[in-house]
């Protein structure tokens, strides 16, 4: 038998050149024109899985991009441990502020990762971190160490809302039946300081369309004599925050949980430098909203952010015109206890009841979900601070995080599951942004830990 540092050792090239791989198929799922590499990352998923020693991998079709369920049952007496991921990427725009192109990935040394950093898009949200999991189980059948049974739901489509995901989860309860769902989609304080995300934020999501004249007009002949839709948007947009950056939408906080003087006193226990924090950004103060520090805006306050505006004349030169259309994208990160479809509505009606004469306003939504909060006291947070403290040698600091992953209350609520968030990025990777990158020893490290869980879980599951 194998220890799983020494498997490691003697593997890491290929763990390494097999990710590599995978970063090299554009799987953009908002993109149709993707749509062939998308599915030609399922197949290389479902590859992936049987290698690795499950015994049944199927392609699950869809409405949209396929789900890949694999699955290895060694005695049905034993716990059920079921792996979510993502093989779907973000767009990897814009391509002129990359170092390197998004979809060739390279290996670089940085100030915090000297051992280097895997550069690409979806090195770390979410291709890495879900492929920490199938070397896992590589490992751990290798060397029959699989202490339980194991199933994999890895999707196409998170990127995008997980659209199709909720109808697959409704219709295969017996299928996805599980004792803890285990997801790697998240990151940890430091690589010295080990975590464990207890809470996500909720989403919602939604594009407007300002319209005002039928048509685009000279600015000089109609300039201030008609409405201007990117003037109005951009009025309308700023509206939405209050001197205190306090949102203005009516009833947006009627749920909105207030923590405890105490609950706040130990989310600031957390290792943080507001200094490292800026210079890691390159700016020279914080911006949000009043009577909150910086991470409790960014995990247990809700936000509104334009994620996207674009209206009349972009490009080289000057062209004199009112545009007949202005467009927004928005989306708002939403604490537990926000429902995401009565925050869409609330949006809806206030935009519309704010826009002036003279112009139409038209709210499309696009997607949500809601936040959820993982209790410290289950079995399957103490298995994953237990493995963490195998590996890292200290106990990891439960985290609230600012990030959204809509399934994970579908989960609980169709599969009566908790989940476990063992994420192994750092808020430094570059998520969603050029440049992203997952340092190589991270990737190892929880290929290293993520066994542990398996034995610990199955051992307080006795």
Not at 80 to 106: C, M
Not at 190 to 198: E, K, L, Q, R, W
Not at 262 to 270: I, L, P, Q, S, V
Not at 390 to 401: C, E, L, M, N, V
């Given at each position: 038998?194998?220890?799983?540092?020494s498997?490691?050792?003697?593997?890491k090239?290929?763990?390494?050149?097999?990710?590599?791989?995978?970063?090299?198929?554009?799987?953009?799922s908002?993109?149709s024109?993707?749509?062939?590499?998308?599915?030609?990352?399922?197949?290389a998923?479902?590859?992936?899985?049987?290698?690795a020693?499950c015994?049944?991998?199927?392609?699950?079709?869809?409405e949209?991009?396929?789900?890949?369920?694999?699955?290895?049952?060694?005695?049905?007496?034993?716990?059920?441990?079921l792996?979510?991921?993502?093989?779907?990427?973000?767009?990897?725009?814009?391509?002129?502020?990359w170092?390197?192109?998004?979809f060739?990935?390279?290996?670089?040394?940085?100030?915090?990762?000297?051992?280097?950093?895997i550069?690409?898009?979806?090195?770390?949200?979410?291709?890495?971190?879900?492929?920490?999991?199938?070397?896992?189980?590589?490992?751990?059948?290798?060397?029959?160490?699989?202490?339980?049974?194991?199933k994999?739901?890895?999707?196409?489509?998170?990127e995008?809302?997980?659209?199709?995901?909720?109808t697959?989860?409704?219709?295969?309860?017996?299928?996805?039946?599980?004792d803890?769902?285990?997801?790697?989609?998240?990151?940890?304080?430091?690589?010295d300081?080990?975590?464990?995300?207890?809470?996500?934020?909720?989403?919602?999501?939604?594009?407007?369309?300002?319209?005002?004249?039928?048509?685009?007009?000279?600015?000089g002949?109609?300039?201030?004599?008609?409405?201007?839709?990117?003037?109005?948007?951009?009025k309308?947009?700023?509206?939405?925050?209050?001197?205190n950056?306090?949102?203005?939408?009516?009833?947006?906080?009627?749920k909105?949980?207030d923590?405890?003087?105490?609950?706040?006193?130990?989310?600031?226990?957390?290792?943080?430098?507001?200094?490292a924090?800026?210079?890691?950004?390159?700016?020279?103060?914080?911006?949000?909203?009043?009577?909150?520090?910086?991470?409790?805006r960014?995990?247990?306050?809700?936000?509104?952010?334009?994620?996207?505006?674009?209206?009349?004349?972009?490009?080289?030169?000057?062209?004199?015109?009112i545009?007949?259309?202005?467009?927004?994208?928005?989306?708002?990160?939403l604490?537990?206890?926000?429902?995401?479809?009565?925050?869409?509505?609330?949006?809806?009606?206030?935009?519309?009841?704010?826009?002036?004469?003279?112009?139409?306003?038209k709210?499309?939504?696009?997607?949500?979900g809601?936040?959820?909060?993982?209790?410290?006291?289950?079995?399957?947070?103490?298995?994953?601070?237990?493995a963490?403290?195998?590996?890292?040698g200290?106990?990891?600091i439960?985290?609230r995080?600012?990030?959204?992953?809509?399934i994970v209350?579908?989960?609980?609520?169709e599969?009566?599951?908790?989940?476990?968030?063992?994420g192994?990025?750092?808020d430094?990777?570059?998520?969603?942004?050029?440049?992203?990158?997952f340092g190589v020893?991270?990737?190892l490290?929880?290929?290293?830990?993520?066994?542990h869980?398996?034995?610990y879980?199955t051992?307080?599951?006795?």
């Amino acid at each position: 038998m194998q220890s799983i540092k020494s498997y490691i050792d003697d593997n890491k090239d290929r763990f390494l050149s097999e990710l590599i791989d995978l970063l090299k198929i554009p799987s953009i799922s908002a993109d149709s024109a993707y749509k062939g590499d998308v599915l030609k990352t399922a197949d290389a998923v479902k590859l992936s899985l049987e290698k690795a020693g499950c015994d049944h991998v199927e392609i699950c079709e869809t409405e949209g991009y396929p789900i890949v369920y694999g699955e290895k049952i060694i005695d049905k007496k034993l716990p059920t441990i079921l792996v979510y991921g993502h093989y779907d990427v973000q767009p990897p725009d814009p391509l002129d502020l990359w170092n390197s192109p998004p979809f060739d990935p390279i290996i670089q040394k940085t100030e915090l990762h000297p051992e280097g950093a895997i550069f690409a898009r979806g090195a770390c949200d979410d291709k890495g971190q879900m492929y920490m999991h199938v070397k896992a189980m590589e490992y751990m059948t290798t060397n029959n160490e699989l202490p339980c049974n194991v199933k994999f739901m890895i999707e196409g489509e998170e990127e995008v809302g997980s659209v199709n995901l909720s109808t697959f989860v409704k219709n295969n309860h017996e299928k996805l039946k599980n004792d803890v769902i285990l997801i790697s989609d998240t990151g940890m304080i430091a690589p010295d300081v080990p975590s464990i995300t207890t809470g996500l934020r909720g989403l919602s999501y939604v594009e407007v369309e300002v319209t005002g004249p039928n048509r685009d007009l000279h600015s000089g002949l109609y300039g201030g004599a008609v409405a201007n839709p990117i003037n109005v948007l951009t009025k309308m947009i700023a509206s939405l925050h209050d001197e205190n950056n306090h949102i203005t939408i009516p009833g947006f906080y009627d749920k909105v949980e207030d923590l405890s003087d105490a609950e706040r006193a130990e989310m600031a226990k957390a290792p943080f430098s507001l200094d490292a924090y800026k210079k890691s950004l390159d700016i020279d103060a914080v911006y949000g909203e009043a009577g909150y520090s910086t991470n409790e805006r960014n995990s247990i306050r809700p936000t509104l952010d334009v994620n996207g505006i674009w209206g009349g004349y972009t490009g080289e030169g000057a062209k004199t015109v009112i545009a007949s259309k202005a467009y927004a994208k928005i989306s708002m990160r939403l604490v537990p206890h926000q429902e995401w479809e009565e925050i869409t509505e609330l949006f809806k009606t206030h935009f519309e009841n704010i826009a002036p004469k003279g112009v139409t306003v038209k709210v499309t939504p696009h997607h949500g979900g809601q936040g959820y909060v993982t209790p410290i006291d289950s079995l399957g947070y103490k298995a994953a601070s237990k493995a963490y403290e195998q590996t890292f040698g200290k106990t990891p600091i439960p985290q609230r995080s600012g990030g959204s992953i809509p399934i994970v209350s579908l989960f609980e609520e169709e599969l009566n599951s908790k989940t476990i968030l063992m994420g192994f990025g750092l808020d430094s990777d570059a998520i969603h942004s050029p440049n992203e990158h997952f340092g190589v020893w991270n990737y190892l490290k929880g290929i290293e830990t993520i066994p542990h869980f398996y034995k610990y879980f199955t051992e307080l599951s006795k």
